[in-house]
Every structure is written in structure tokens, then in C-alpha cells.
């Protein structure tokens, strides 16, 4: 098993930036494709980006491309979302997820198997 947490969120004007990290412990972090995935108030939870067991692929949705990065670092344990040109359409609670068989191509919430507990993102206008 592996155990996430986030950290990093707040509130941020429109047009700003932040980082979100996801710390990993347990099992070697290496084995996991790692992705993140938003929820906002009276929405279901949805993709934002993933990243490959080696970090040599990353995948992203639409309406973050080009202005989000995620990336990983196996050494340390820890998954990274930086945000940049943030929208108040962003506001969510953005969550780090693992998946330790399957493809880092999935988008289904329910075919990740670990969760961390969220961190709040708030963009005003």
C-alpha cells in the first residue's frame, strides 16, 4: 500500500500561480502511476493530469493543458502539480491518487486504488 498526502493549496487570485505537492510513504513510490484530479463544490471529482511510473510521460485534461505541469521525483517520494494562469474555474479540492497496475492513461476515478485526503484550492476573480 502506499499512503498520500497533499499540501500546497490556498487562495490565489485569477491569473496566479501555486504548487501543489504530494508526499507518498510505503511502498516504493516508483512502482505507482501518479495523477491528480479535482473536485469542486456539487461536481464529480475529474482528471486534471498524470504522470508515468518513470515520469518520462505525462497526460493532461483539456481545460488545465498548457497551463499546468505535473512531475515526479522517485528519489524523494513526491508528486508535484505546478498551476500557473489560474482561473477561478479552478477552485477545487484537488486530490493526489496512485495506481499501482493499471495504465497512467486512466482518466476513471475508480480505477485508481489510493487517495489522499485533498487540499483546497480557492482562485477569485
Known amino acids: 500500500q502506499v499512503q498520500l498526502v497533499e499540501s500546497g493549496g490556498g487562495l490565489v487570485q485569477a491569473g496566479g500561480s501555486l504548487k501543489l505537492s504530494c508526499a507518498a510513504s510505503?511502498?516504493?513510490?516508483?512502482?505507482?502511476?501518479m495523477a491528480w484530479f479535482r473536485q469542486a463544490p456539487g461536481k464529480e471529482r475529474e482528471f486534471v493530469a498524470a504522470i508515468s511510473r518513470s515520469g518520462g510521460n505525462t497526460h493532461y485534461a483539456d481545460s488545465v493543458k498548457g497551463r499546468f505541469t505535473i512531475s515526479r521525483d522517485n528519489a524523494k517520494n513526491t508528486l508535484v502539480l505546478q498551476m500557473n494562469s489560474l482561473k477561478p474555474e479552478d477552485t477545487a479540492v484537488y486530490y493526489c491518487?496512485?495506481?499501482?497496475?493499471?495504465?497512467?492513461?486512466?482518466?476513471?476515478?475508480?480505477?485508481?486504488?489510493?487517495w489522499g485526503q485533498g487540499t483546497q484550492v480557492t482562485v477569485s476573480s
Open positions: 510505503g511502498r516504493a513510490f516508483s512502482n505507482y502511476a
Open positions: 491518487a496512485a495506481n499501482q497496475v493499471g495504465s497512467y492513461l486512466y482518466v476513471t476515478t475508480s480505477l485508481w486504488n489510493y
